[in-house]
């Protein structure tokens, strides 16, 4: 949808709207956002700090109210303040969202940490070499499209978003498969065998 700048047009009545809404006259979606777009935006802006993610939230309210106009109740409240209380809901939902991806992309730069250096080195020990191989194993063990990710990014030197580029997939997609490589050989590497044990020592 379209911004409608900084002014508001008239609150539409909102009975009537939401009968429209319900019977899916597109005209009725575009009276109730440019009356309360700008307003949906503020809730949001306040909640995220963010404009484009304002953006993101009006959109996805506004998407709401289309394709389940029957969730407002006009016996209930005022549309105007139905759409505050499930901006302001959207916009938590997205501040939380981001929260656990800040936190997932902490967990993985741990693991990858984690994962020793797969070339070895003249001083390694034996538990060194045990994990360098655990790794190659894990590594091979890896599905394809994860493998791929991991090797343009951490083995080629290149970002998430240029790895995606490279293998013509979506950032998103890029990023979930590196997400999910990394819990993977994390798995495998947090408990190496014990060399002595394997030797039936």
């Known amino acids: 949808m379209e911004s409608t ?7 539409p009545a909102d ?6 809404l319900v019977y899916g006259d597109e005209s009725a979606l575009a009276e109730v956002y440019a009356a309360y777009g700008g307003l949906v935006r503020r809730v949001a802006v306040r909640v995220t700090r963010s404009p484009a993610a304002a953006e993101d939230v009006a959109q996805e309210v506004f998407a709401h109210l289309w394709s389940r106009p029957y ?3 006009a016996s209930r409240g005022s ?8 901006a302001h809901r959207r916009a938590v939902d997205w501040v939380r969202s981001e929260a656990r991806h800040r936190k997932d992309t902490a967990a993985d730069d741990s693991a990858l940490q984690a994962i020793p250096d797969a070339g070895p080195g003249p001083d ?3 538990v060194d070499r045990e994990r360098s191989l655990l790794l190659h194993t894990a590594l091979a063990e890896l599905p394809q499209p994860q493998r791929e990710v991991v090797h343009l990014a951490y083995f080629a030197g290149r970002t998430y978003r240029q790895a995606a580029v490279e293998l013509g997939i979506p950032e998103g997609t890029a990023k979930t498969r590196l997400r999910s490589a990394l819990r993977s050989l994390a798995e495998t590497l947090a408990d190496p065998p014990d060399p002595a ?3 039936g020592a």
């Open 71 to 73: 969730t407002f109740d």
């Open 79 to 86: 549309l105007r303040t139905w759409l505050s209380v499930l």
């Open 197 to 199: 044990l394997e030797r």
């Open 5 to 11: 700048g900084g002014t508001s047009a008239p609150p």
């Open 124 to 126: 390694e020990t034996v």
């Open 15 to 20: 009975a009537e709207v939401h009968r429209r």
